[in-house]
T-cell receptor, first 115, second 114 residues
Framework: AQKVTQAQTEISVVEKEDVTLDCVYETRDTTYYLFWYKQPPSGELVFLIRRNSFDEQNEISGRYSWNFQKSTSSFNFTITASQVVDSAVYFCALRRDFGNEKLTFGTGTRLTIIP | EPEVTQTPSHQVTQMGQEVILRCVPISNHLYFYWYRQILGQKVEFLVS????????KSEIFDDQFSVERPDGSNFTLKIRSTKLEDSAMYFC????????????FGEGSRLTVL
């Protein structure tokens, strides 16, 4: 069974601070994919990143970075120099390594950036 | 940039009424999905669809739900007799057949059952 846990329900930080969103997953598969999606107040789900279980290199994209540690089954997301536009609900998700497998989402972390 | 489009954006219906939510997936995608999100809660899988048939469905997707791809572009979710607890945001998603790619989500259809 697949499971994704996002223990942080809500986080508030002051603008320009760094913030890390935690994601822990469970799977019996040896190969799988991990994702982060952003859900802004407008409600849509915006894809941020996909990571293959074989690739443990950390990734940086502008102010966003992701730390994947297979040993601890974690895929954490850090926003540096946070901005008000980063305020959203962030979902971590897991997908098995098959063509049309579903995404299993975590419960999400609501991030509020205080100006 | 290609996108998944959903209609209507918001629908209000009376309990017991039938509702059809429509989706136009990205044109070269072959895998289609419906998810729902009850207000303030997680995004839950409903059903996946490939090659004109259901690939997988969750416990939520009972006999009141059905999906259809009536033509080459639309992908619909029908709820036969809506219940109060069907009130949620319904997301359509699609993905390609090339490896395990990301799912591209539509902007959602908010269903309110009174």
């Amino acid at each position: 069974a697949q499971k994704v846990t996002q223990a942080q329900t809500e986080i508030s930080v002051v603008e320009k601070e760094d913030v890390t969103l935690d994601c822990v997953y469970e799977t019996r598969d040896t190969t799988y994919y991990l994702f982060w999606y952003k859900q802004p107040p407008s409600g849509e789900l915006v894809f941020l990143i996909r990571r293959n279980s074989f690739d443990e290199q950390n990734e940086i994209s502008g102010r966003y970075s992701w730390n994947f540690q297979k040993s601890t089954s974690s895929f954490n997301f850090t926003i540096t120099a946070s901005q008000v536009v980063d305020s959203a609900v962030y979902f971590c998700a897991l997908r098995r390594d098959f063509g049309n497998e579903k995404l299993t989402f975590g419960t999400g972390t609501r991030l509020t950036i205080i100006p | 940039e290609p996108e998944v489009t959903q209609t209507p954006s918001h629908q209000v219906t009376q309990m017991g009424q039938e509702v059809i939510l429509r989706c136009v997936p990205i044109s070269n995608h072959l895998y289609f999905y419906w998810y729902r999100q009850i207000l303030g809660q997680k995004v839950e899988f409903l059903v996946s669809f490939y090659n004109n048939e259901i690939s997988e469905k969750s416990e939520i997707f009972d006999d009141q739900f059905s999906v259809e791809r009536p033509d080459g572009s639309n992908f619909t979710l029908k709820i036969r007799s809506t219940k109060l607890e069907d009130s949620a945001m319904y997301f359509c998603a699609s993905s390609t057949s090339l490896g395990v790619g990301e799912l591209f989500f539509g902007e959602g259809s908010r269903l309110t059952v009174l």
